[in-house]
């Protein structure tokens, strides 16, 4: 059954489509409703509202958005009269401290009802739709990610991270002092690489910690 607001916004369409039809698109001053379009004296008896309250509780209903039937410019003001509306005890003419308000109504809505149209109101707006449901290798995979995010820098090696120290950084070989200024790749003292095995200066042979000479070259490997 049609309401205070339905009925209100049914006067407000068939004065501007009496008007002229091309009025139904164009924004007007909030105040046009309630001062010379709809104004309550002439219009109470269609409208069938009991008490002068009730008719500016539809007109903020109105001018608040309800049901979509139209919107206010600038939106603070229509967000304020909507909040009063859902007041237990509103201030009915709040709406009138807003008169350069510029209303917008919709079209659609009001084309609806000039058709006679028994649902005229706008259709809420459907929520969106829920994303597709993640496969299992795409779980898999992203699980697989945040686990390598989470790891540190296991397999950096002790000249990386030597390097990214503030201290004096020192070749865990032979304990000569290495460079600051630049990454090392090899001990520039004994010729070590980062890889954590120790091997011969010479023939890159793997060596043990105190060998003084290679097993396989003989040469000095210059190990303390």
């Known amino acids: ?62 001018l608040a958005g309800e049901r979509g039937y139209a919107s206010l410019e600038p939106h603070d003001v229509q967000e304020a009269l909507e909040r009063e509306a859902k007041e237990s005890n509103p201030d009915t003419g709040l709406f009138r401290q807003f008169p350069q308000a510029i209303l917008s109504l919709n079209r659609l809505a009001a084309e609806r009802f000039l058709r006679g149209d028994r649902s005229y109101a706008p259709s809420p707006v459907p929520p969106p739709p829920l994303p597709p449901p993640e496969s299992p290798e795409a779980v898999a995979q992203e699980e697989a990610e945040e686990a390598e995010e989470q790891k540190g820098p296991s397999s950096a090696s002790a000249f990386e991270l030597a390097e990214q120290s503030e201290t004096p950084r020192q070749c865990p070989y032979c304990g000569e002092t290495l460079p600051g200024a630049r990454k090392v790749n090899f001990c520039p003292q004994c010729g070590q690489p980062p890889s954590g095995e120790l091997r011969c200066p010479a023939c890159g042979s793997e060596v043990d910690v105190g060998w003084r000479y290679c097993v396989s070259c003989g040469r000095a490997t210059g190990f303390e």
């Not at 139904?24 to 409208?47: C, D, K, M, Q």
């Not at 309250?53 to 539809?58: G, K, L, N, R, T």
């Open 1 to 62: 059954m049609p309401d205070d607001l339905d009925r209100l916004f049914e006067r407000l369409v068939t004065v501007l489509a009496e008007d002229a039809p091309g009025r139904l698109a164009i924004p007007f001053p909030a105040a046009e409703v309630y001062e010379r379009l709809v104004p309550y004296r002439s219009n109470r008896s269609t409208l069938k509202v009991a008490t002068h309250e009730d008719y500016e509780m539809a007109v903020m209903r109105l």
